[in-house]
């Protein structure tokens, strides 16, 4: 409730004591007494600043407050009988006046003080909020798993473009134009302006990084290339158009076909565990010769190609092996590209394929829950 400033009927402050017929010194006291219970009555009823400051003004404003009133109107018009007593009754109602406004100021700042810290106050007793912790999706873990496996046996990790020139996508991997294994890679063109010096597209393969770090350095290299991958491929339980693979090249002046497979055995046996058996098959790549299929005994069915419950291995379809990924020795037309020299070199090169890897591992049976981003099929690798 706001403060209304006393009618001149009701406020005796505007008329002399002589107009108030106040002749006696136990009636100006009872008058100050008067005034006194008004303004304490006045002050206990600020409950904001707005009233504080309009009951400031009214009591002690130089202007027109009550109390210059009381200066201009009582005291200095007062017969010289009463002049004392008005002066010293008016001395005390000052002082008290003062108090009230002080008291009405401290009064609201702990009033603002209890309301900020009843809105600020931590209550420590309620259940805190939990945020759930994050985790790295399976295929960043695994990358991370083949990176420490390599890097035990002295490979190091580059990176490389995910938009490439048909040069080294292609052409410097010793596939021409026009031959048939870029059939298999029909892929992502990019649409670039007329005139742009060379055609771009988004990498099929890891292996262009071969290219890259050989045009780098010399040799000895030992590398792996982890990245994503583009294919025009139509979108299965064992494909997909974005995939991830992990290169590795190894070149310097004696490494052989043994090098080789011990490096890839070693790899397979510290990711799928020491009882896994591996075996390669002929194949072919442009950038390899000779070219392998590298396999390794299915780890669903131990190898036998029965599944436990009786019956034929879903996973190998009764073959007993799984196909991991292709690798081969450095074909010396290969180096041709970058200036080595292919009579004082040799080495071998891999290209993993890690989310059939994965699958394999985690016994996941469908590509596409890696990219569909279910938590409840990220929460179980945590
Ligand atoms: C290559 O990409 C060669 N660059 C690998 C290589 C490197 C050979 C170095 C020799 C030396 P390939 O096209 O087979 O090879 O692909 C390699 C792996 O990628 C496959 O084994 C498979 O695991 C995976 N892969 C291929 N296509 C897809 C796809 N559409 N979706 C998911 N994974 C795929």
Same mark, same amino acid.
């Given at each position: 409730m706001y403060l209304t400033a006393m009618s001149s009927a009701e406020? %005796? $402050? &505007? #008329? $002399?004591l002589a107009e108030l017929r106040v002749r006696t010194p136990e009636s100006v006291t009872s008058l100050f007494a008067e005034l006194r219970e008004k303004a304490n009555k006045e002050q206990r009823r600020i409950e904001k600043a707005e009233q504080f400051e309009q009951f400031r003004v009214k009591w002690v404003?130089? #202007?027109?407050g009550i109390l210059t009133q009381v200066t201009d109107n009582w005291l200095k018009p007062a017969d010289a009988g009463l002049k004392r007593i008005v002066g010293q009754a008016l001395n005390e109602f000052r002082n008290h006046l003062q108090s009230l406004v002080e008291q009405a100021r401290q009064d609201l700042d702990a009033r603002a003080t209890q309301v900020a810290d009843t809105r600020e106050r931590v209550d420590l007793s309620l259940p805190g909020v939990i945020r759930p912790i994050g985790s790295h999706h399976l295929i960043r873990q695994v990358f991370q798993e083949i990176e420490d496996i390599f890097f035990s046996i002295g490979f190091s990790v580059v990176e490389g473009p995910e938009i490439e020139t048909p040069y080294y996508n292609f052409e410097a991997l010793n596939i021409p134009e026009f031959h048939p294994v870029r059939d298999d890679m029909d892929t992502f063109y990019i649409d670039l302006p007329k005139g742009a010096p060379v055609p771009l597209l988004l990498r099929t393969h890891t292996s262009p990084m071969q290219i890259r770090t050989m045009e780098k350095q010399k040799p000895p290299v030992r590398v792996i290339v982890p990245g994503k991958v583009y294919r025009r491929d139509n979108p299965d339980a064992t494909h997909s158009f974005m995939f991830h693979q992990v290169e590795g090249l190894a070149v310097d002046t004696d490494i052989t076909f043994c090098d080789f497979t011990g490096t890839i055995e070693y790899f397979v046996k510290q990711f799928f565990g020491p009882s896994v058996k591996t075996r390669f098959r002929p194949s072919y790549f %442009?950038? $390899? &010769? %000779?070219s392998v299929e590298f396999d390794a005994s299915c780890s669903f069915c131990g190898g036998t190609g029965t599944a436990a419950a009786g019956g $034929? /291995?879903? #996973? /190998?379809k009764g073959a007993a092996w799984i196909e991991l990924f292709g690798a081969g020795m450095v074909d010396p037309a290969v180096y041709g590209f970058v200036n080595y020299d292919a009579k004082k070199v040799s080495g071998f090169a891999f290209g993993i394929g890690i989310d059939r890897l994965a699958m394999l591992k985690y016994g996941i049976d469908d590509i596409q829950v890696f990219f569909q981003n279910d938590v409840r099929f990220l929460r179980q690798f945590p």
């Open positions: 406020n %005796p $402050t &505007e #008329k $002399t404003g130089r #202007k027109s %442009p950038f $390899t &010769e %000779p $034929t /291995c879903s #996973k /190998c």
